[in-house]
């Protein structure tokens, strides 16, 4: 049993990344994943949500008990960018890895308005939280409403990136860096998002909005 659903886990985590999100149905999966018995995804997920559920869960241990190792070792007072790396490397090891689907499903699931919530609840596992609440105490520099929103596209940059990573794509033709210096530069371009300050225009229009809404 335990082996079965494994093996449509891995399955739906392949056709998401390949296919879509579109080509996971329950039913594509099983026929992925060998199985015969038409309702053998049905009985252990219950539904296309149960699925995308399982199979973030089923990753985000392992990346999140790596990154509770970083933080530990950070100590009480971490710096920002000590906590980039936390959030940054537990995901690019696991997709550096081996043959990984992992950064493909879960950017295509976030930009999913049906499961971007499924994935979200999933996703903010204890490690999450607490180095997304520490990043957010870093961000003093910035007015309080756009603090959020910095740390939001700097997740996505960071998934979106290691989705590239993992299917080897590179545009224009350039000839692709190094693995692990696409890491060191994707650990690079999120604090950047993250340290930029708020231009005075940003804060000009963050001065208006009450205004506007009178």
Do not use: C
């Not at 149905?25 to 309702?39: F, W, Y």
């Not at 520490?134 to 290691?162: F, I, K, N, Q, Y």
């Amino acid at each position: 049993m335990a082996e079965a659903r494994e093996q449509m886990i891995d399955a739906a985590e392949r056709l998401a990344a390949e296919r879509g999100l579109a080509a996971m149905s329950l039913r594509e999966v099983q026929a992925a994943a060998g199985q015969r018995n038409k309702s053998a995804a049905q009985y252990h997920f219950g539904s296309k949500e149960g699925l995308v559920e399982a199979v973030v869960a089923a990753r985000m241990g392992e990346v999140g008990a790596h990154r509770q190792e970083l933080l530990d070792a950070l100590g009480e007072t971490p710096d920002r960018r000590g906590l980039v790396e936390a959030l940054v490397l537990p995901l690019a090891d696991h997709v550096l890895a081996g043959d990984s689907h992992w950064a493909r499903f879960l950017l295509q699931a976030s930009n999913d308005p049906t499961f971007a919530t499924v994935v979200r609840r999933t996703f903010q596992g204890s490690s999450f939280r607490q180095v997304h609440t520490a990043l957010m105490e870093t961000l003093d520099h910035l007015p309080e409403p756009v603090r959020p929103r910095r740390l939001d596209h700097a997740v996505g940059l960071v998934v979106a990136s290691l989705a590239a990573l993992e299917a080897g794509t590179q545009p224009d033709g350039r000839a692709a860096l190094p693995p692990t210096a696409q890491i060191a530069d994707l650990v690079d371009m999120a604090l950047g998002v993250l340290d930029a300050p708020a231009s005075a225009a940003t804060t000009a229009a963050l001065a208006e909005r009450p205004a506007r809404r009178a």
